[in-house]
Every structure is written in C-alpha cells, then in structure tokens.
T-cell receptor, first 115, second 113 residues
Framework: DAGVTQSPTHLIKTRGQQVTLRCSPKSGHDTVSWYQQALGQGPQFIFQYYEEEERQRGNFPDRFSGHQFPNYSSELNVNALLLGDSALYLC??????????????FGPGTRLTVT | GDSVTQMEGPVTLSEEAFLTINCTYTATGYPSLFWYVQYPGEGLQLLLKATKADDKGSNKGFEATYRKETTSFHLEKGSVQVSDSAVYFCAPSLGGSNYKLTFGKGTLLTVNP
C-alpha cells in the first residue's frame, strides 16, 4: 500500500508567481484535505475535497484554490505568491464513509520556499 | 470561538520517566480527539484517537482519555524511551465538523538515555 504521496518534495518560487502542488490519496480513500504548516507551528487547515467539490474551507484567501480529480487525487494551487506562503504543505486523505472518527493519513509534504 | 491549547515545550526527560502533555479545547458539540506525532525527518502519524466521552485511546504505550467535563485530552506514557523523541500534536476536530482537524502548536519531546 503506497500511502499518501505528494509532489514535488521541494519547490522554490519567486514572489508573485503561481504554484501547483499534487497529492495522491491512500488506496481506498476518497477525501483529500490540505494543510499549511509554518516552521515551528502546527498545521492549519486550508480546505477539504470530496466528490470533486470543496466541502469545507479554512481561513485562507482566495489565492488558495484546489481541485479533485475522478481518481480522488488532488491539486493545491496558490496564486500571487507572498513571502509568507513559505511553509510545508501537507496533504491528508481519509475515507468519508468510515464514521465519526475521520482518521486522516498524512503525506510527507511539499516544502515551498518563496523568495 | 473554537480553539485548542497544548502544553508548549520543549520537554526534556530521562529514559523511563513519566510523560504528560496537556491538551484542552473549547468547542461547540462533541469533537473527535486525536494525537499525532512527527518523528524527526518524517511525516505526521496518527498516534491515538477517542471519539466520545470517557473513551480511552491507546497506542505504543501512550494513552489519552476524552474528558468532556474538563474538555481535555491529555497524553500520558508511563515510561518513555529515547525512540519517543518527537513533536506531539493534539488535534481535535472543531467547528462542529468532523471534517477538519485543528492542531495545537506542538510539543517537542526529547528523551535522553
């Protein structure tokens, strides 16, 4: 079982550019969540996708958008990058039908550096 | 509003010492409660969970009990090992939803031999 995979591992972008991060969920999972983890902080929820639609969103601006594909994989897009967007971006997958526990399994993350 | 407060570290213990990491939360409704662990150079891993009042989650010698009356979910281990050195995150599902996790700031634990 491959677990949650993310690409790329590291990325360096310039302020004002746009970036796309990718995530493949664990086998059998249909739900993908994205989190931003700044250095020394806990992850913060960006949004969650289920059935190819955004189901819930955290307190992030519209510059952050996403997409889920029919095979349940997902992309996170960030436009007009700011220095403050530098962080580790984590993808987590879960199975919506598994009940109230909603265990989320995390990928290794993509380290984004904005210069 | 809904929030989580986790004991801040760093925490340094000797091997075989007792560990407690406090976690309290404010929430509407009854969230599911989770502890995640991040070992050096690795991703976040689910350590244990509890979904209703008085449930006790346990794994790898760690335990935490869902205390509704005190809205707490403290992590404990009776005898820590060097291999337990990691960052620990309390993560309830707040906001009246089981969809998102709200993470604490994390507690860095270092266990010395």
């Amino acid at each position: 079982d491959a677990g949650v995979t993310q690409s790329p591992t590291h990325l360096i972008k310039t302020r004002g550019q746009q970036v796309t991060l990718r995530c493949s969920p664990k086998s059998g999972h249909d739900t993908v969540s994205w989190y931003q983890q700044a250095l020394g902080q806990g992850p913060q929820f960006i949004f969650q996708y289920y059935e190819e639609e955004e189901r819930q969103r955290g307190n992030f601006p519209d510059r952050f958008s996403g997409h889920q594909f029919p095979n349940y994989s997902s992309e996170l897009n960030v436009n007009a990058l700011l220095l403050g967007d530098s962080a580790l971006y984590l993808c987590a997958s879960s199975a919506t039908g598994q009940g109230p526990a909603f265990e989320q399994y995390f990928g290794p993350g993509t380290r984004l550096t904005v210069t | 509003g809904d929030s989580v407060t986790q004991m801040e570290g760093p925490v340094t213990l000797s091997e075989e010492a007792f560990l407690t990491i406090n976690c309290t939360y404010t929430a509407t409704g009854y969230p599911s409660l989770f502890w995640y662990v991040q070992y050096p150079g690795e991703g976040l891993q689910l350590l244990l969970k509890a979904t209703k009042a008085d449930d006790k989650g346990s794994n790898k010698g760690f335990e935490a009990t869902y205390r509704k009356e005190t809205t707490s979910f403290h992590l404990e281990k009776g005898s820590v090992q060097v291999s337990d050195s990691a960052v620990y995150f309390c993560a309830p599902s707040l906001g009246g939803s089981n969809y998102k996790l709200t993470f604490g700031k994390g507690t860095l634990l270092t266990v010395n031999p």
